[in-house]
């Protein structure tokens, strides 16, 4: 777990300096670094797609992932789950414009390749070398985030600690059943959903990418039966 306190810790303070300057930092600044923050996630997004060997499980698995997530209407519980954290907060005349910090800066911090295969390879192996190079990124977007989106981007370290922390758990219980090409396949999914990501960053999309979420956990169970044929 030491790699996920790491990623926790670097985050909330990213978050910090980022609030910290808020209000030094001009708008145009700001919406400059978000975008080229969405560039680079877009970089991390294909980089990791290129993990994938079989398209046909990508498609796939982020069809229906993306059927069923809608279904379930995750990225609507998501963001009710956010705005109820923010009523919290919202007392008087101040508010905290909590949900859309928190909602962003989760999807960004625990969807994709480094979240999953730094995850489990410190699950498996103990080895911590990719979340740390993982929390280095996180802490600089926190910084960037925070001081556009608010302090929601801080409360992101809880989803980090709860979703990676329980990767590492479960990992270091089914590491031992998963091959190479599952998390492969994996990795494949989860960083197209960062390409969406990106793309939100950019302001070219309002994709909802929490609906995509079951794509990551299809993508191993699918490469599992196909493995069979």
Do not use: W
Not at 35 to 64: A, M, R
Not at 86 to 106: H, I, M
Request: proline share 2%; net charge neutral.
């Amino acid at each position: 777990m030491l790699g996920v306190i790491i990623n926790c810790v670097l985050v909330i303070i990213g978050s910090l300096v980022g609030l910290l300057f808020k209000k030094g930092i001009p708008e145009r600044v700001s919406q400059t670094a978000m975008i080229g923050l969405g560039g680079c996630t877009l970089y991390i997004g294909i980089s990791g797609t290129l993990e994938g060997k079989n398209v046909l499980i990508l498609i796939i698995s982020v069809v229906i992932g993306g059927i069923l997530g809608a279904i379930i209407d995750i990225d609507g519980a998501i963001n009710r789950l956010s705005l109820k954290v923010e009523e919290k907060f919202n007392k008087g005349e101040k508010k905290v414009p909590l949900a859309e910090g928190f909602l962003s800066a989760t999807l960004l911090f625990c969807v994709g390749a480094m979240a999953v295969t730094g995850s489990i390879e410190s699950g498996i192996m103990g080895d911590h070398s990719i979340l740390v190079s993982k929390s280095m990124l996180d802490m600089v977007a926190a910084m960037m985030m925070a001081a556009s989106l608010g302090v929601g981007v801080t409360l992101s370290a809880l989803s980090i600690f709860v979703y990676q922390g329980g990767i590492v758990l479960l990992a270091s219980l089914i590491g031992p059943f998963l091959s190479e090409g599952a998390i492969n396949e994996m990795t494949c999914a989860g960083s197209l959903l960062i390409i969406m990501i990106g793309m939100n960053l950019m302001g070219i999309t309002k994709i909802k990418v929490a609906d995509f979420l079951p794509a990551i956990v299809l993508a191993p169970v699918i490469y599992g039966i196909a493995s069979m044929f």
